[in-house]
């Protein structure tokens, strides 16, 4: 049986979708077989993270409303052995539908290592549906003091879900603005939230480069090695944090 993981944040704008798209590509070096679930309901971008916007035929919600099969959504991306896409739908329509998405979360379990879902930002009622369905949860949080307080937010609202695996991932690191007092120091950002750290990303204007045209990172991206080792830790290594002097 597959690991179903939620990847979540309290605001939008952190990178959740690209962290979720490039964890699974990672997690694919690994000899992992990953499916993309993407929940954001007419604002979908994982389609774009993976080039795959003109190959989605049917998505998350002709799944739930009976209009295809699992294995007509479920499509393989392109350059990947290993990775697989659950669009969510282009144009908004309800998917929330509890029972429907653990049933098929619970499936692609039966099929995949790993089902990473990328659930939209906030505490609403798809992120409830989401959480419900998952084995754990990643949330993903900047070091600005808006993001860091809603990652809070989310912790405490996964508790109440009865989530208690849960890691953070600290996105778009810039030591500079924790030098001049913007941003929070990773210490700072973990007892805030209250969450255990599983990897800090630097910024890194590839995943943005990367990202528009939906490739894999490139071998000079400071983040490529920071998405290996969480998908290591993930898969249980005792893999040490990189030591960056941007970490500060």
């Known amino acids: 049986m597959g690991r179903i993981?939620?990847?979540?944040?309290?605001k939008g704008g952190v990178g959740k979708s690209s962290v979720a798209a490039y964890l699974g590509r990672a997690l694919c070096r690994q000899g992992k077989s990953v499916v993309l679930v993407e929940l954001d309901s007419g604002l979908r971008t994982l389609d774009i993270l993976t080039d795959m916007s003109q190959n989605i035929l049917f998505d998350i919600g002709d799944i739930i409303?009976?209009?295809?099969?699992?294995?007509?959504?479920?499509i393989p991306v392109k350059g990947e052995e290993k990775l697989f896409l659950?669009?969510?739908p282009a144009f908004y329509t309800q998917t929330a539908n509890q029972g429907k998405m653990k049933l098929l979360t619970t499936k692609l379990a039966q099929i995949f290592d790993h089902v990473l879902i990328d659930c939209p930002a906030g505490v609403?009622?798809?992120?409830?549906?989401?959480?419900?369905?998952?084995?754990?949860?990643?949330?993903?949080a900047t070091p600005d003091p808006v993001c860091v307080r809603d990652a809070a937010i989310v912790r405490k609202k996964l508790c109440d879900l009865e989530i208690t695996k849960m890691r953070l991932i600290i996105n778009k690191f810039i030591c500079d603005l924790?030098?001049?007092?913007?941003?929070?120091?990773?210490?700072t950002i973990i007892d805030l939230s209250g969450i255990r750290l599983i990897g800090v990303i630097p910024y890194d204007p590839h995943i943005v480069e990367?990202?528009?045209?939906?490739?894999?990172?490139?071998?000079?991206s400071p983040a490529k090695l920071?998405?290996?080792n969480i998908a290591k830790r993930m898969s249980g290594a005792n893999i040490p944090l990189v030591k960056l002097k941007k970490y500060c």
């Open 5 to 10: 993981t939620v990847i979540t944040s309290g």
């Open 65 to 74: 409303d009976d209009r295809c099969a699992v294995s007509q959504a479920v």
């Open 86 to 88: 659950l669009s969510a």
């Open 124 to 140: 609403g009622e798809s992120f409830e549906s989401a959480v419900l369905c998952a084995d754990d949860a990643l949330v993903v």
């Open 178 to 187: 924790v030098k001049t007092k913007i941003y929070y120091d990773i210490d």
């Open 210 to 220: 990367c990202g528009a045209t939906g490739v894999p990172l490139v071998s000079g």
């Open 226 to 228: 920071v998405f290996r």
